[in-house]
Structure formats: C-alpha cells, structure tokens
C-alpha cells in the first residue's frame, strides 16, 4: 500500500515534469521595473498647467511612493518655460533633490537658446527620440501633458 502511494507520486512527478506543467514562475521580461517607473512627457508652456498638474504630480508621484522610479522629461516649449520661470525652476530643483530624475530635448533646448541654463540647473540635456522610444517600449507607463 505505502509502495503503490510512493510509486503514484513518482508517477505524477514524472508526468507533470515530462508535460512541462510546472509551478508559475516570473517572466523575466516583466520582473524589471517597468510597472514601478513612471514617465512624464511635458511640452506644455502654460506655467499653470506645470504648477497645478504637471510638476504636483510628478512630485508627490515619487514622494508618496506611488511609483520607485519617476523621470519628468522637458521636450518644446516646457524648455523655455523652465528657463524663465524661477518658480518653476525652484520646484523642478526640489523634485530632483527628492530623487525624481530630470531629463530635457538637447534639440528643443537649443532651439529656445537654453541649454546651458537646463545643464547649470542639473538637468541631464541630451537628444531625446531614442531614450522616449525605448521608454515606450519597455512598457513603462509615460503620461504627456
């Protein structure tokens, strides 16, 4: 009785290793941080829009922990607002004290003649198309505004 319960087992065993039934195990593409990155895309120069949506969101995002990695990125007009702005750029400065990463256009910077004001602000100023792509594809989420 005890041999034919270990021999079922054994069988079983046998069966489900030969069928490839196996305990659910993590798909290694989706177990990097995609779904706790968040991505937001700002090309709008309205300062409240910034001050209300744009820069409150993406602020408290990574602050109350609602998402591990936050990157904000300036792209077209959002470039010469932050130039401008003092209240603006103060945020920005703290949200990247706080951990949130700050990326901008290098192409829309130079067009608004404000490179070296984003470089000085600790911005990483660079080109953009390939890093929003492979954002875009990596599943993480990017919200644009």
Request: charged share 20%; aromatic share 6%; net charge positive.
């Amino acid at each position: 009785m005890k041999t034919k319960k270990i021999s079922t087992i054994v069988l079983l065993i046998l069966v489900f290793s030969a069928t490839g039934l196996k305990a659910q195990e993590p798909d290694p593409a989706r177990t990097n941080q995609s779904s706790d990155s968040l991505v937001i895309l700002w090309t709008s120069d309205d300062p409240m829009l910034a001050e209300r949506m744009v820069l409150m969101y993406t602020h408290a995002a990574k602050t109350a922990g609602w998402f591990e990695h936050v990157t904000l990125i300036i792209w077209g007009p959002s470039a010469k607002l932050t130039a401008e702005n003092m209240k603006i750029r103060e945020k920005l400065t703290a949200m990247q004290n706080d951990g949130v990463v700050i990326e901008a256009c290098v192409a829309c910077a130079n067009a608004y003649g404000v490179t070296e004001e984003l470089k000085a602000l600790g911005f990483d100023v660079k080109g953009m198309g390939k890093p929003l792509t492979d954002y875009l594809k990596s599943g993480k989420k990017v919200m644009t505004f």
